[in-house]
């Protein structure tokens, strides 16, 4: 598929669901293609972004929480948090855009 997807969200990133950094609406963003997703937040006082490649991808995975559903990536980038968590407010559209562009969501 052509063309990329982004969409808003929140963020959550460290070395577990509880030792982790949290950011919420609108400050996440995933942008989405063919060969790579693209996780980034931007903050005030921090901005980071993950570049994945479609290689380094092991499993996406969708996480319930009370307010919601995210996408946990799972990983094998050394340099970046084991735990990555995009909270998005439409599961099923960003599940079928990554489906689209060949990826897998369990």
Do not use: C
């Amino acid at each position: 598929m052509d063309g990329e997807y982004y969409e808003s969200g929140g963020l959550r990133w460290g070395s577990s669901y509880w030792l982790s950094a949290n950011a919420t609406f609108p400050f996440g963003k995933i942008w989405i293609d063919d060969e790579k997703i693209v996780i980034e937040v931007d903050l005030l006082v921090k901005k980071r972004r993950f570049d994945f490649p479609k290689e380094a991808i092991q499993r996406l995975a969708m996480k319930r929480a009370l307010m919601g559903k995210g996408l946990v990536i799972q990983h094998s980038v050394e340099d970046y948090p084991r735990f990555v968590l995009f909270w998005t407010f439409s599961f099923p559209r960003l599940k079928s855009n990554l489906e689209q562009r060949g990826y897998t969501v369990d």
